[in-house]
């Protein structure tokens, strides 16, 4: 396997995973926002959070994708 074609396979797969997350993070706080309007900062507070610790997966498989493509 070439290193270019495992960086694109160890990026594009494990991007994938935090997008998904955000998205469903993103969705369950709207929801729940809908139904408990008083409670808004609180359920934006806690998704903003969640998002950063999955948006962080996403930077660990950029860091990786990058040694993979430089360290021989």
């Known amino acids: 396997m070439t290193p270019d074609f495992s960086m694109a396979l160890a990026f594009g797969l494990w991007v994938?995973?935090?997008?998904l997350a955000i998205g469903l993070i993103g969705y369950s706080a709207l929801n729940a926002i809908g139904r408990n309007p008083s409670a808004s900062n609180d359920i934006k507070t806690t998704m903003i959070l969640a998002i950063a610790f999955a948006?962080?997966?996403?930077?660990?498989?950029?860091?990786i994708a990058i040694m993979i493509k430089f360290v021989k």
């Open 55 to 63: 948006e962080a997966l996403g930077i660990f498989a950029f860091v």
């Open 16 to 19: 994938f995973g935090p997008a």
